[in-house]
């Protein structure tokens, strides 16, 4: 791990001036003095050796930190190299192997008797020695058989997709025969990664087949003589190029782990060279309307404290992996593995990611300065009140930023190819090098807002669109867009993330945020004071203040770099609010899935604010597959457009738009399984288009097909671990959810997030520049579409009450 070298931040002391520079020369000598670990004089008598005893003890824990994380990552290795087996089953077999042959029988057909006589050539065992080994060497050789035989059964088992096809609560004998071996071949106590080498690849499917898929879902977006010139784009290339570029697909998915994910990774967001803030990066929300302290330290010490936890559980592979069909199909973990000590560093054509095996500090940033936070003292994780003091001495520092500080991070909110060619010349070297590799090799940034944001009763649509702009961009100069994730503590004690896209999507950044609100609230808690619970600690030395060098030609880049943000995150028009009208637990009442209702939901909201249809992008997952990430079910389909039609038309009667609803919301469905299981439309196009620029070969069906705008862009965020909030008991502590910004510049961004039974809370974004759109104009639409469609079910807002 490369940590720059340990510094000491001087404390600002009440005295005069010229008085308070010599006290904290004076402090800061006298520390520095504590942290070497000894010191010699060479006198004429020979060297005087004086050893820090202090700073010994803190090197030994420190060496005893690293090695246990060493042991316990290779322990975690073996378990997981032989899972769905145990290390203790070797022993098992190993016995039941040696148990037959003294009982005068041959389990492995003659075997055994074939390693004895290759080690009778050796000459040096004796006939007792020789059996033994043999029925050892024979029993971990059928222990890794065994091993092999359910780690492939279980794959064979996990390809098996049917079950999601089935009608919801209706089960198949078939599909509850596969459900208990799937169990059986999982093992016992699977880890975080246990399943990784046992999940299916995610298969390529037929051109033609894709192709069809593609037509058919925009069909009602086009008029009839751009299908029928579109169709004959598709035929030809299902006929002639498709095949061949199919070709180089298959061999990668032979090859690779997943024929997508990396593609995607590299093309789509490394290769991307506008800015990351709006444009890429995301957010996560505090509790709705719960803030357990209005201290911002202390919420800060007991925020950070709960991320390391989990970054402890995620070292320790103690993490439970999600498991879907009543804890039976388990979900890649992988995206999980660059969570934490993770970077994105700019490059002229192409960012990478760089991410470290650990990290003993974060960086925190507070009015234009930034700090250097040690994560450990005395061989142990700070604590929460520990933590709080090391804040609370950066927010009582009176210290100025040093030039071009305070607006140093804009570089990461700006175009990626400045920021590249800056960092290559700037900070290569010196103590710019040695700052900005605190800054990248941190644990996770943190950022003490100086703004008090969060839900208002007196005025819910400005504080929640306020709370949704500053978390997406806040001031552009006061995130690091380019760390895998920003924790943010603002003045009021609320606090929200800001995270970055290529590493991992949502979800996963979602369950540690769920773990992280949970623990804050439920397990760590606060003194009656607000303050964190437990003592300070007056031994931990002072956080370190970075020390910069920025020349006038680095600020420059840096102002030019902020004014880009500036009017990037200007133009974004947010609307963040809950809806209380109804939840899933009502939706659910209807027979229907509350994710298609959502969805047709807002087809019906834009039609009524656009009066036209639109390309539309859900995001749905492929984690049923190894290294899977995500694939687009397209939402405006034929039957949702009929549907849509139909609520407008005041000819028609409410059952006609029931059975129309009723097959839209099938139809919906139905794609979005397609997605999940791997016969989605967008990223198999996606990757002939790769592999077609790989080729010099150009095809005019994929070049139209990548270049169509969704001009609709949604997301659900979901909520992975209900456990950890008693919503009956704890009906206040609701999240917020997150969201995005808009994906066109023309269109919309729609999160939303269903909580508990009674609340769904909707992020919308676009932006002012378009004369088309309007977050809150289509808030509006949205909420009387939601409660239009509900109203085919003979709810009314009377017995909607009842039902809450």
């Given amino acids: 791990m490369g940590v720059p070298a340990r510094g000491l931040f001087w404390r600002a002391l009440p005295m005069p001036r010229c008085g308070a520079h010599q006290g904290r020369r004076s402090l800061k000598m006298a520390e520095a003095h504590q942290a070497v670990a000894f010191q010699f004089t060479v006198t004429p008598d020979g060297i005087d050796l004086r050893l820090s005893h202090e700073a010994l003890k803190q090197i030994y824990l420190s060496g005893l930190h690293s090695w246990k994380k060493k042991f316990i990552r290779f322990k975690n290795g073996v378990i997981t190299g032989v899972y769905p ?37 050796t000459g040096y065992m004796s006939s007792q020695t020789k059996n033994i080994v043999s029925g050892v060497l024979f029993g971990t050789g059928l222990w890794v058989a065994l091993i092999i035989t359910m780690r492939y059964s279980l794959k064979v088992l996990l390809s098996y997709h049917g079950w999601m096809f089935a009608e919801h609560g209706k089960m198949s004998r078939a599909t509850r025969i596969w459900m208990c071996m799937v169990k059986i071949f999982s093992g016992r106590k699977p880890m975080l990664y246990s399943f990784q080498t046992s999940l299916p690849r995610l298969p390529v499917p037929a051109v033609k087949d894709t192709v069809n898929r593609y037509l058919e879902s925009v069909r009602p977006l086009m008029k009839d003589e751009d299908f029928k010139r579109m169709t004959a784009l ?24 997943n024929y997508v994910s990396d593609w995607w990774e590299e093309y789509v967001y490394l290769r991307g060279r506008g800015p990351l803030m709006v444009n890429s990066n995301y957010y996560a929300m505090d509790l709705l309307y719960v803030i357990p302290t209005h201290l911002q330290a202390a919420r800060a010490g007991n925020g950070i404290h709960a991320i390391l936890l989990y970054r402890h559980k995620l070292d320790r592979e103690e993490i439970k992996p999600i498991l879907l069909l009543g804890s039976t199909v388990p979900l890649c973990s992988a995206q999980w593995e660059r969570m934490f000590n993770t970077c994105r560093i700019p490059g002229e054509e192409t960012d990478t990611i760089q991410h470290l095996r650990d990290s003993k500090h974060i960086v925190v940033f507070h009015k234009g ?23 609370q001495r950066i927010l009582d520092d009176p210290s100025e930023p040093q030039a071009g500080e305070a607006k140093l991070a804009a570089l990461t909110a700006g175009e990626r ?5 800056c960092r290559q010349a700037y900070f290569g070297r010196g103590k710019n090098k040695q700052s900005l590799d605190a800054v990248e090799k941190a644990a996770f940034f943190v950022t003490l807002d100086e703004t008090e944001q969060g839900y ?36 009021n004690g609320k606090m929200g993330m800001n995270a970055e896209h290529s590493w991992a999507d949502a979800p996963v950044v979602g369950h540690l945020w769920e773990y992280v609100m949970s623990t804050d609230c439920f397990q760590l808690g606060y003194a009656e004071d607000g303050h964190c619970k437990g003592d300070t600690n007056p031994n931990i030395p002072y956080p370190t203040r970075l020390q910069w060098d920025i020349p006038e030609e680095c600020q420059d880049v840096i102002e030019t770099s902020l004014n880009t943000a500036n009017i990037l995150a200007s133009d974004v028009d947010f609307h963040s609010f809950p809806f209380h009208a109804f939840g899933k637990g009502l939706i659910k009442k209807c027979r229907t899935s509350p994710d298609a209702f959502v969805q047709l939901a807002l087809q019906l909201a834009h039609y009524k604010d656009m009066g036209k249809f639109c390309l539309t992008y859900e995001a749905s997952m492929t984690r049923l597959f190894r290294e899977g990430r995500t694939e687009t079910v397209r939402s405006c389909s034929s039957e949702s457009c009929n549907f849509v039609l139909a609520m407008v038309d005041p000819t028609q009667t409410v059952k006609q738009k029931l059975r129309l609803f009723k097959i839209a919301s099938e139809k919906h469905q139905h794609l979005y399984r397609l997605a999940m299981t791997g016969s989605g439309i967008d990223r198999h196009l996606f990757c002939l288009y790769v592999v077609s620029k790989y080729l010099a070969v150009d095809s005019p069906f994929l070049k139209e097909v990548l270049s169509e705008p969704w001009r609709l862009s949604t997301s659900q965020t979901p909520q992975q671990q209900v456990e950890l909030f008693d919503l009956e008991r704890n009906p206040e502590y609701v999240s917020s959810g997150g969201g995005f910004g808009p994906v066109a510049d023309d269109g919309y961004g729609v999160s939303y997030i269903l909580v508990g039974e009674n ?41 909607r009450k009842e039902f809450h």
């Fill in 369 to 391: 300065r930034y700090f250097k936070v040690w994560l450990y003292h005395d061989g142990r994780l700070l604590k929460p009140r520990e933590i709080e003091q090391q804040i």
């Fill in 759 to 799: 609340l769904i809370n909707f992020h919308i974004s676009s932006k002012f520049s378009s004369p088309e759109t309007d977050s809150h104009r289509f808030g509006k639409h949205l909420k009387q579409a939601m409660n239009d469609i509900m109203a085919l079910f003979g709810f009314s807002s009377n017995s």
């Fill in 234 to 257: 598709a035929q030809d290339f299902a006929v002639n190029l498709g095949p061949r570029l199919q070709w180089y697909l298959k061999l990668k998915s032979w090859w690779a782990t």
């Fill in 456 to 491: 208002r009763e007196e005025d819910p649509d400005a504080s929640m669109d306020s709370y949704a702009k500053s978390l997406l961009h806040g001031r552009c100069s006061d995130r690091w867009f380019d760390k895998s994730f920003t924790f943010i503590v603002f003045k």
């Fill in 85 to 121: 087996a145990s290390p203790s089953s070797w022993l098992i077999v190993v016995v039941g192997v040696m148990s037959t042959m003294y009982a005068k029988i041959d389990p492995s057909l003659g075997i055994i008797a074939k390693i004895n006589r290759t080690l009778d050539t």
């Fill in 417 to 421: 190819v400045p920021w590249a060619k």
